[in-house]
């Protein structure tokens, strides 16, 4: 049997040995010449995150079939959950009398909430926006209740997350320009609110990040950026990004507004994306993202590779005693056969998820790793063009299908982390 490694110690920098900082304490350890794409080290009460980071996504306080072990072992640093889902089930009181999530989740890295506006604001014909805040009916039960900005507040932190995400209003990608206007002001008169009253409702050591809304309207998000700089937040982020715009749109949105954010502080990009948006997404400046890409597709059968996307379903698969990516050194790798993982998922087996989800993960944690790297030891754009033909043909909008291997490729993602 294989011996399990510690993959952390080439995924993630290794932190041990550091001193602590004060939660919210960023610092930018490498700036790429010429281009606005950094590394750097954000403090939270539970630790540090290095960044490029991505985050996984645990909706109702699990990442779909694995525990806390498979986390550390896949190299996240810090995971994501939702206030909706686990303010309504099993609700924010009963996590915080039970110990907080960390304490339900046996977690003891850093962990971010969104607000739970982006799901209250999707519960189209559920919902009614004021200024104040919105009215809605779960879609678990029917059941009434209403957000506010100091409410999102009080669900984090009853949670106990690192990372508390402001309320924000976040329209369609279709909706009219008048009514991307109104969210933006909203929005602000949200995040002033939030702003005033985060001392007397968060916890002591619990970030509050502000959110940047306007679409792909430019020179909207430059005002809002604007307008939320000033506010005592720990981090930006841009939201409403990927809600169905054009990619090349989107990428554009985060060209422009990436480099004009505060440079002492995270930049963070909500729900991304491909591994070619996070390129697009490093290359703008940007720090952190999370997105159910890696999870989601993992279940559906669709497993990522630096030689394109690979699914397992198709019959090819059905002898095939090779690992999913033979360059990887995941666990599901280094032990099964694609044959293996084309049979659970055929016979739907629990485990197929549970290793599936390992190998993506632990892709996603390769690919912002050799990022980092990269950027540290000053060879981002070495890396960039490198990678930019492979990532950008097999993970571009639309692309997907399998091309040929590239050993050099896989090399350089594997290459270690300067400390
Ligand atoms: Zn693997």
Redesign the pocket.
Known sequence: MTTRADPRLDLSCETSGLQPRPPGTFEVLAQAPGSPARAGRLWTAHGPIDTPCFMPVGTYGAVKGLDADDLREVGAQIILGNSYHLGHRPGAARVAALGGLHRMMAWDRPILTDSGGFQVFSLRGLQKIDDAGVSYQTHFDGSRHRMTPESVLATQAALGSDICMILDHCPPADAEPALIRAAVDRSTRWAEEAARRRGEILQPGQLCFGIVQGGTNVALRREHLKALADLPFEGLALGGLSVGEPIPEMHATMAAIGPEMPQDRPRYVMGIGTPHDLLAAVSSGIDMFDCVMPTRHARNGQ?F?FSGRLNIRQARFRDDDA???PA???????RYSRAYLRHLHEQNEPLYGRLAT??NL??YQQWVGALRRALRSGRFEALRGEFSSIISTVYAEGAGAEGDVDAAAAAAVAAPEPA
Do not use: G, N, S, V
């Open positions: 497993l590779t690992p999913i990516d990887c050194r995941c666990r599901c790798c280094a390992i190998h632990y892709f």
